[in-house]
């Protein structure tokens, strides 16, 4: 009977530490699976022609493959990237990422990068992605002086009132401004009632010393606003005429590769007059505008712009067979501030209006918050034939126009013709809402423009309308 009593104790203790350790496993949680980086596509390439349009937007896709929740982050190690949105949170759904490529002032040839997605949590963190760009040469042909004439004709970029003459019976040959046989010869513009000269010119540096010498006046800032300063007070000192006014700004216009502008006033026969003077690079095209005034002068960035565009689009040719009606003149743009892309290029005849007028598109949107430009262009409406310089008719048109309900209204100058706008704030978005209506010949342009309510957005907007050109 001991032995018997002795064996039951055995056994109790051995069904105790089973059924204790039985409850301990039982108490233990176990840890869930962590979260796991989705990512598509393994890898993305951009094409595009140097010194042309931005390749197309790409996008990609981020996910949670695994449990939990994923809280991402996306860099890039390149300055011509741009991601958006740059993080993100997946318990499971799809998050688009747009990738744009800005190659504005990049040289042909091959180029890569690398796309980082990361996330504290995941598995696998991070998950790359390879990004090649390709930049093929340029196939515009190279100009030359004898393409100057058709670059230089601001014509179709001046309002009426405007003549254009010949500069050497004007007394501004170029032996009269003391250019040698490397300058084009001049092409003038003048109007007399108020009082308003405007010239230009161009150089192509062939040599590559003559190149390396420009070069580097137009890459350095600071040299180039001393010398021009220093050489405009000279050449109007020699005159017996002063200077009272003078300032450089060489940040500003964003035209070819370097542009400088100077302006001012100088006092002539006691009357001051006021001028203008702008330059700029592109490629080996060096050009020079000026103009004086004695009331109002006109937005040389404008001419310099359509001046530039010429330059560039020689490869296509300065007019073509757009179908657009006789004398309609499509707008373009000169300015697109950076992280803007065109979004829309919809050929005359695609929208109509109730008073029985056809529009075309062009549309600019901001990739990083959404702001866009809109700029529909047609034929002049019946109210505004006749009144492109009517306050009351231009803002009444815009009113009309508007799909908001205006609160301000006022005019610009948009192409340098008189533009009626009207503006509203939707306090329920944060974001302006604008109508810009304008008369360019046979031309009629109605912007539509929406922009977060920041001094940023703002002023990104309202550069690129500024830059608006209408040339044939």
Known sequence: ??????????LLIGLVVLLTSSMVACGEQVPPSSPTIGLSPSSLSFSAEEGGA???????TIWNSGEGTLDWVISDDAGWLTLNPSSGVSTGETDTITVLVDTYGMD??????????????????PRTIAVDLSIVPSSAREITLADAPAILDMSSDLPTGFEHLDAASEGMSNEDLGLGPEYSEVELFLRE????EVYAYMTIVETQTERAVMDELMRDEEQLKSS???????????????????ECDVTHPSIGELAAMVSGQFSMYGTNVGFEYLTFKNDKAYVEIYQYYLRSGLSLVSLANGINQRIEGLNNGFSSDNGLPSGMVKPTV???PQGWYCSADDPYGTYDESDGTEWGLIEYTDNV?????????????????????DRDALIAKAIEYAIFEPTESETMVVADELAGWVKAYDPEYDIYNMKIVFVKGSTCVDIFTEYDATYEDEAQAMSLIDSINMWE
Do not use: C
């Not at 042909?108 to 963190?125: L, P, R, T």
């Open 228 to 246: 021009l300063l220093y050489w405009l007070e000279a050449g109007f000192v020699a005159e017996g005429m002063e200077l009272p006014e003078v």
């Open 108 to 125: 042909a040839g091959g180029y890569s990068a690398s796309i980082a997605v990361s996330a504290s949590e995941a598995s696998n963190s």
């Open 334 to 336: 000169g300015y697109v």
């Open 369 to 389: 918050d959404y702001d866009f430009v809109m700029i529909f262009y047609g034929s002049v409406p019946p109210e505004l034939k006749g009144k492109e310089n």
């Open 54 to 60: 931005n390749p197309a937007i790409q996008t990609l």
């Open 193 to 196: 009632e108020p009082f308003l």
């Open 1 to 10: 009977m001991r032995n018997k009593s002795k064996w039951h104790s055995i």
